[in-house]
């Protein structure tokens, strides 16, 4: 599967736009992009999965460009309690060998007051 | 609240011995992962099961079994305990095929003494 590459960490302010990226150079036709978000001592909880293009949801939205090789979480008017580590994966649709996660080192994510 | 529940949330035990960790899947939900998180390691995957067998494996010790049984729960043995073996074991399930969006437990902390 892709190998990916994130930000280890990055600060940012309540009530501001935070965009993570992450590239994916070798990325497959099959693979998608999915984030995980995790708080200390917790379980990773999904957060959003796209293929191309753009993708939203309630909490985020995730922007890839045509060529796929990287992508952008953007989370809008983070809080305090945006504060995690947010992991980017490529995972392999319908993979008959399981589906399983390999987590990079993730983005830890500061927001302060 | 993922639908994933773990048991025990805490264990303490003794080099040498042999733990069972338990794990029960959201309500339908076929398939069972096992993650191991360690502070220097980060999140890594150990093994999967779909509707009782095994599907794939990824860094699994020897000295560390799992199995799913007909009702779906699955089981995680370690045995032959070491120092290195402390670490939270999460559990997480998904529908197959999937493209990777897998609910999280919130995860048993062993404590190796």
């Known amino acids: 599967l892709a190998k990916t590459t994130q930000p280890i960490s990055m600060d940012s302010y309540e009530g501001q736009e935070v965009n993570i990226t992450c590239s994916h150079n070798n990325i497959a036709t099959n693979d998608y992009i999915t984030w995980y978000q995790q708080f200390p001592s917790q379980g990773p909880r999904f957060i959003i999965q796209?293929?191309?293009t753009k993708v939203t949801n309630e909490v985020a939205s995730l922007f890839i460009p045509a060529d796929r090789k990287s992508s952008t979480l953007s989370l809008p008017r983070v809080s305090l309690s945006d504060t995690a580590v947010y992991y980017c994966?490529?995972?392999?649709?319908?993979?008959?060998?399981?589906?399983?996660?390999?987590f990079g080192g993730g983005t830890r994510l500061m927001v302060k007051p | 609240d993922s639908g994933v529940t773990q048991t025990p949330k805490h264990l303490i035990t003794a080099t040498g011995q042999r733990v069972t960790l338990r794990c029960s899947p959201r309500s339908g939900d076929l398939s069972v992962y096992w993650y191991q998180q360690s502070l220097d390691q980060g999140l890594q995957f150990l093994i999967q099961y779909y509707n009782g067998e095994e599907r794939a494996k990824g860094n699994i010790l020897e000295r560390f079994s799992a199995q799913q049984f007909p009702d779906l729960h699955s089981e995680l043995n370690l045995s032959s305990l070491e120092l290195g073996d402390s670490a939270l074991y999460f559990c997480?399930?998904?529908?197959?095929?999937?493209?990777?969006?897998?609910?999280f437990g919130p995860g048993t902390r062993l404590t190796v003494t």
């Open positions: 796209g293929y191309k």
């Open positions: 997480a399930s998904s529908v197959e095929p999937l493209k990777g969006e897998q609910y």
């Open positions: 994966l490529v995972v392999r649709a319908n993979n008959n060998a399981g589906n399983m996660l390999t």
